[in-house]
């Protein structure tokens, strides 16, 4: 079992959609959970990071962590066409080291 | 933030070469990583580049085919070496400010290197 677990889409959705990106991992010494967004040919850029079981919101994104079912999800309400990018979820268990899943595409369509 | 600049933005390269990637980063940072992102794969750690020391190298990388530099806080190399078509891949350098938790990391745009 991977680390990781990661839908690598694509997942298509309307504007204006909500949308739910998931991730699962194996490890529970895993202590702080980021989302970050990579358009093409870009580099990730850091969206939101946590540390604790429950939601986080941030505009129209909200990270939530169960670290009893060891799932992450980041939700987008209202999305719009610029957030077609590829999400990634990141996890660090200790110093310096991330350990990120494949990433899953998102495409909104006007 | 950081922001982290590469170059070369990509390249074209045969097989058997080397070639040294630059990250320059426009403020001091305490960590500097580099990273490999392949398609339809996670992004993986290659190693930590260390300021004044050696860098500090994951499973399955080496400091033979992966040579680290780093000579200040806001610049290092990458050399991928002897290269072969399988070290045709997305090279990602990112910084931290901080020495302690790493989740706050800025990314530059990647190199992309094509092996013939």
């Known amino acids: 079992q991977k680390e990781v677990e990661q839908d690598p889409g694509p997942l298509s959705v309307p504007e204006g959609a909500i949308v739910s990106l998931n991730c699962t991992y194996s490890n529970s010494a895993f202590q702080y959970f980021m989302w970050y967004r990579q358009y093409s040919r870009k580099g990730p850029e850091l969206l939101m990071y946590?540390?604790?079981?429950g939601n986080k919101e941030d505009g129209r994104f909200t990270a939530q962590v169960d670290k009893s079912s060891k799932y992450i999800s980041l939700f987008i309400r209202d999305s719009q066409p610029s957030d077609s990018a590829t999400y990634l979820c990141?996890?660090?268990?200790?110093?310096?080291?991330?350990?990120f899943g494949k990433g899953t595409m998102l495409l909104v369509s006007p | 933030s950081a922001v982290i600049s590469q170059k070369p933005s990509r390249d074209i390269c045969q097989r058997g070469t080397s070639l040294t990637i630059q990250c320059q980063v426009d403020?001091?940072?305490?960590?500097m990583f580099w990273y490999r992102q392949q398609p339809g794969q996670s992004l993986t750690l290659i190693a930590t580049?260390?300021?004044?020391?050696?860098?500090?190298?994951e499973s399955g990388f080496v400091i033979d085919k992966f040579p680290i530099s780093r000579p200040n806080l806001t610049f290092s190399t990458l050399t991928v070496s002897n290269m072969s078509p399988e070290d045709s891949s997305i090279y990602l350098c990112s910084a931290s400010p901080t020495a302690i938790f790493s989740y706050e990391q800025y990314f530059g745009p990647g190199t992309r290197l094509t092996v013939t």
């Open positions: 403020s001091q940072v305490t960590m």
């Open positions: 946590t540390y604790s079981s």
């Open positions: 580049a260390n300021q004044g020391s050696e860098a500090t190298y």
């Open positions: 990141a996890l660090l268990s200790g110093y310096s080291t991330l350990t």
